[in-house]
T-cell receptor, first 114, second 111 residues
Framework: EAGVAQSPRYKIIEKRQSVAFWCNPI?????LYWYQQILGQGPKLLIQ????????DSQLPKDRFSAERLKGVDSTLKIQPAKLEDSAVYLC????????????FGPGTRLTVL | SQQGEEDPQALSIQEGENATMNCSYK?????LQWYRQNSGRGLVHLIL?????REKHSGRLRVTLDTSKKSSSLLITASRAADTASFFC???????????FGKGNQVVVIP
């Protein structure tokens, strides 16, 4: 089966600019996750969708980050405006419906904010 | 939120040796998972061990879980240069599939 696809792979922007990331999960996976991974740390969950509804966005900085999953398939994560501390790798993952399932990760988007 | 912490943070071994990593966590969990990440890539799931299991094997991997000590270990036997990667433990709370990741172990296998 095809894996989780993400684009772009790399993005460099200046602070206060906007940026958007795209994710296409594995076909049939109802649950989609966005993680932020800062260099030298483990991934931190930003938001979790089940189909097109938000399950958990408690760690999403909602003043500047937003995400949507229209039609319960693809998802976009947006940062507006970006700050220097947003420099990180943004990982998308998906899993089958149901609790405690293995998560499948995409390659990530490396964001550098100058 | 729950977060595993791995120990040691960095490990350098010779090819053929075994590599052991430990992970500690703080609260009750449903399961603990280990993931691998190669430089510049996404994470790959290695193994999941449930809270009612004590040991699990998968190929050259052996995972143990001690819920009384809130700790887990990952053993990679007969390491290969291709095993060079970062390894993360992640804990799943009851009631959801939200994973809390540790900072990771960086393992370098010298050919």
């Amino acid at each position: 089966e095809a894996g989780v696809a993400q684009s772009p792979r790399y993005k460099i922007i200046e602070k206060r600019q906007s940026v958007a990331f795209w994710c296409n999960p594995i076909s049939g996976h109802a649950t989609l996750y966005w993680y932020q991974q800062i260099l030298g740390q483990g991934p931190k969950l930003l938001i979790q969708f089940q189909n097109n509804g938000v399950v958990d966005d408690s760690q999403l900085p909602k003043d500047r980050f937003s995400a949507e999953r229209l039609k319960g398939v693809d998802s976009t994560l947006k940062i507006q405006p970006a700050k220097l501390e947003d420099s990180a790798v943004y990982l998308c993952a998906s899993s089958r419906l149901g609790s405690y399932n293995e998560q499948f990760f995409g390659p990530g988007t490396r964001l550098t904010v100058l | 939120s729950q977060q595993g912490e791995e120990d040691p943070q960095a490990l350098s071994i010779q090819e053929g040796e075994n590599a052991t990593m430990n992970c500690s966590y703080k609260t009750s969990i449903n399961n603990l998972q280990w993931y691998r990440q190669n430089s510049g890539r996404g994470l790959v799931h290695l193994i999941l061990i449930r809270s009612n299991e004590r040991e699990k094997h998968s190929g050259r991997l052996r995972v143990t879980l001690d819920t009384s000590k809130k700790s887990s270990s990952l053993l990679i036997t007969a390491s290969r240069a291709a095993d060079t990667a970062s390894f993360f433990c992640a804990t799943a709370d009851y009631g959801n599939n939200r994973l809390a990741f540790g900072k990771g172990n960086q393992v370098v296998v010298i050919p």
